[in-house]
């Protein structure tokens, strides 16, 4: 840091989150370049933290001509970037989770209770879902899996029953015919 704190008392090697506002102040006030990129940097770090709000604050009183609209933009664009990738993560998640259950997006969005165009615009990370949906996709989900894993298990039951009536029938059969045998005798 080139510029120089008065009358503050804090660690200016600490990360710029945990410097008090009034350094931050300072910072944009009587910077150089590198200090306002050190800022800058912080900000894309962490966009909702500590020197993000207190830069945005700052800005918001408009005397620094020039600096407060860049701040701002970095500020705004670092935001904007870790909504992005929420988004392209829930995406993702909402697109595995219909893959797995084989559901035509039309099908999917109707037993979640949305639209396919919503569902569309989920799966393409145009906006994200609120827990509420979310939750009612991955219930979607679920249930269709138990539904599977359920009717695998009809499947082996109805097949060991099958088996099991066969070989009973045979059984009969057999002890029949033997005691038929021995009647004949």
Known sequence: MSVAFRNLDFDPQAPMDRWPAEAIET??????????RALARTIR??????????AQTVTEWGEHYGLDALLSRVI?????????R????????????RAQ?????????????TSA???????????????????????????????EAGLASE???????????NTAT???????????SRTRS
Request: hydrophobic fraction near 45%; charge should be positive; charged fraction near 25%.
């Open 170 to 180: 045979v059984a009969s059969a057999v002890r029949s015919e033997a005691i038929q």
């Open 86 to 97: 929420g988004r392209a993560e829930y995406a993702a998640q909402i697109r595995a989770w």
């Open 27 to 36: 910072v944009i006030d009587r910077g150089t370049l590198s200090d306002w």
């Open 45 to 54: 770090r962490n966009p909702w933290g500590p020197a993000a709000r207190t």
């Open 155 to 165: 499947r082996v039951t109805a097949r060991s029953l099958v088996l099991r009536c």
């Open 101 to 113: 259950t084989g559901m035509s997006l039309r099908d999917f969005a109707a037993q979640a209770g």
């Open 117 to 147: 165009s919503r569902l569309s615009a989920y799966e393409n990370a145009k906006v994200a879902p609120t827990t509420d949906v979310l939750a009612r996709l991955r219930h979607v989900a679920e249930l269709h899996h138990a539904d």
């Open 76 to 84: 705004a664009h670092a935001r904007e970037d870790v909504s992005s």
